[in-house]
């Protein structure tokens, strides 16, 4: 059984086993009775390497027996095993070849948090949001099926990512074309069944044997030629299992389904996959685990322990800072709305909050504590949370959908058709707007300004400070239709935060510097950089707050007295707000020399959020560089 372990390992851990098992061909050629001994070694590591490096924590340390059973029984890479979103993948990283890699997780030109194909051929599909294993490995079935191969596709799914849409259409197309896969469900909130114990683990290995199929397949035979038996008898069958094991959804569906059993069991879980692996048809294995398994503390907080930030050096203690050399930190954006959606809470009771999952991460916590009637948490279903939220605006409600940038694009479809389309009264507060930092591409919200700007009857603003956000929550609140604020992971400059809920005059930019020759027209966070530009090169500073809609005004003002406009955003250049600006530059018959800063045409890969952005040119050298260059350039100002 696993081993508990009660506080993370400082020192690698010597695991001698886990050195013979570099690739799954080493794995597959130890003995069955070392495997217990190899995933206590595994989970000791892999609590080294998290400790070392921060990252996802919990997950991992659930799926560390099924990850060995997985790669045990199946022959992979040849055998497609699919990775839902990733967050438990590093057990399966560190036993296909990237053990000594670890220690690079998520820091620049490293390993990456997720799942990626340019990476291992272990790694056969790249993920970073939820619910698309099924789909992906049903893919890979029909694949095979059309090739003539007899290769395998496997998909481990979380109960949580099985609650979005697109998993059940990948559950019921798969029965409609009776592929030739596995789906696992890694249950590990006891979101679905209550118990495990001897009598389900026995079962599952009756009900996925040669023997029980073969029995089945005869009885379907015989019982066919008599009419309405074999129905009567399958539904008999359907049944008696149902009193047993929570799968009657998933027979309905189509599948055969198996379960649940205790996925730290290896003996039961490797005698199962060794059943269901010779099974045709859409096979379904549900397996219980524990999130944080194996570590005492992740055990009783699978939430606090879901991700966890790399183990400082122990140091002697230093001397404290004087009090005036101390420089307070500034409360975290999404902090800043938390509050903000209380108060406003308050004074409206028309206010209701919905979040994807996300309500720690998106600080409802205290929203959901003091107004529980008004809060709604949807799961992971964005698409849903999008369409729910224009269902209550409908009849007089006023939803505000708290919702990452990168997660907000998988309900673009509801946020064009069932809101803006219908100029229904939502307010989207959109977390980790821009560049994220080690999770990576998958997360970073780079696009949101391109996708929103285009979408008619949109307000869109972007703050750069935390009472700017909480002055645009409260704009786009009151404002009558679809409204957008976008804003950063991770803390501000510590502005001084004014306990009002007055909105700001719509579609109006503020002059916070004023030069001559260069105009920084800045849209959000940048500004504090920008600002350090403008009394380098004298430059004016803009704080432009509105994408949508620009302010024009200020920007004709701006034509007229600057030889150089300079756009600064963290989203994409490419239909961004300073493609906004060019866009209505041209529209007005205004030539001007303009420069865009913003992200580049490729994906940024993870490293800090610091060097992304210097990366990028976002930061105040970047910036400055970029302006002295284009200046260069020009000739007719003094670089």
């Not at 929550?473 to 404002?479: K, M």
């Not at 009394?535 to 949508?548: C, H, N, Y």
């Not at 890969?605 to 976002?618: D, R």
């Not at 970047?622 to 000739?635: D, K, W, Y």
Request: with cysteine; charged share 20%; proline share 5%.
């Amino acid at each position: 059984m696993p081993t508990t372990f009660h506080e993370i390992p400082r020192q690698r851990p010597l695991t001698p086993l886990l050195d013979r098992a570099n690739t799954p061909d080493e794995l597959r050629r130890l003995g069955e009775n070392e495997l217990e001994t190899l995933a206590n070694e595994l989970r000791q590591y892999l609590l080294y390497t998290v400790g070392q490096t921060g990252g996802h924590f919990g997950a991992g340390l659930g799926v560390i027996e099924l990850t060995v059973a997985l790669h045990y029984v199946f022959d992979t890479p040849d055998d497609r095993l699919v990775w839902d979103v990733g967050h438990q993948a590093y057990p399966h990283k560190i036993l296909t070849g990237r053990r000594e890699r670890m220690g690079s997780l998520r820091q620049k030109d490293g390993i990456a948090a997720f799942p990626r194909r340019s990476e291992s051929e272990y790694d056969t599909f790249g993920v970073g949001h939820s619910s698309t294993s099924i789909g992906a490995a049903l893919g890979m079935a029909i694949a095979a099926r059309l090739q003539g191969s007899k290769r395998k596709a496997v998909a481990v799914i979380g109960d949580g990512a099985l609650t979005a849409g697109m998993a059940f259409e990948a559950l019921n197309h798969a029965s409609d074309v009776n592929a030739n896969m596995l789906v696992i469900l890694n249950d590990n909130d006891m979101s679905i069944s209550q118990n495990v114990g001897g009598l389900s683990n026995y079962l599952a290995k009756i009900l996925s044997s040669r023997t029980y199929a073969s029995m089945r397949e005869g009885s379907k035979k015989i019982l066919s030629r008599l009419p309405g038996a074999w129905e009567i008898a399958r539904k008999t069958e359907e049944h008696a299992k149902g009193m047993l094991v929570p799968g009657t959804l998933f027979e309905e569906l189509g599948w055969n389904y198996i379960g649940p059993i205790d996925g730290h069991d290896l003996p039961t879980l490797l005698a199962t996959l060794r059943n269901m692996r010779d099974l045709d048809g859409p096979q379904f294995l549900h397996v219980i685990t524990k999130k944080g398994k194996g570590f005492a503390p992740a055990e009783a907080d699978p939430i606090g322990y879901h991700a966890i930030t790399k183990l400082e050096p122990i140091k002697a203690p230093a001397a404290a800072p004087l009090a005036s050399q101390k420089q307070a930190a500034g409360p975290k954006y999404s902090s800043v709305f938390g509050q903000w959606l209380c108060d406003m809470a308050s004074e409206d009771p028309r206010l209701v909050g919905i979040t994807p999952a996300m309500k720690e991460g998106s600080d409802l916590v205290a929203f959901s504590e003091r107004f529980p009637e008004r809060y709604f948490d949807v799961a992971i279903a964005e698409q849903h949370a999008v369409t729910l939220a224009a269902g209550m605006a409908c009849d007089g409600i006023k939803p505000v959908v708290a919702i990452y940038s990168t997660f907000l694009q998988r309900a673009y479809d509801q946020l064009v058709h069932d809101v803006a389309v219908q100029h229904l009264d939502v307010l989207f507060a959109i977390d980790r707007a821009g560049l994220v930092g080690e999770d990576g591409p998958t997360h970073a919200g780079s696009f949101d300004l391109s996708y929103l700007r285009c979408i008619p009857g949109m307000l869109v603003m972007t703050p750069s400070d935390e009472n700017e956000l909480r002055r645009m929550l409260s704009t786009g609140y009151l404002f009558d239709g679809p409204a957008a604020v976008r804003y950063p992971r991770g803390s501000g400059p510590n502005a001084i935060i004014e306990a009002n809920l007055q909105p700001l005059e719509i579609g109006k930019g503020v002059i916070r510097r004023a030069g001559k020759h260069v105009a920084l027209l800045v849209f959000g966070v940048q500004l504090a950089d920008a600002l350090l530009v403008g009394e380098t090169l004298d430059a004016t500073v803009v704080d432009m707050r509105f994408v949508k809609p620009l302010d024009e005004a200020l920007l004709r003002e701006l034509a007229a007295s600057h030889e150089l406009l300079v756009s600064v955003e963290e989203n994409s250049i490419m239909g961004g707000a300073g493609s906004a600006i060019s866009e209505f530059l041209a529209r007005e018959n205004i030539l001007k020399s303009m420069l865009h800063l913003g992200l580049p045409d490729y994906y940024v890969e993870h490293a800090k959020p610091s060097q992304m952005l210097a990366e990028c040119g976002l930061d105040q050298a970047g910036i400055e560089a970029a302006v002295r260059q284009r200046l260069s350039l020009l000739g007719t100002i003094q670089a």
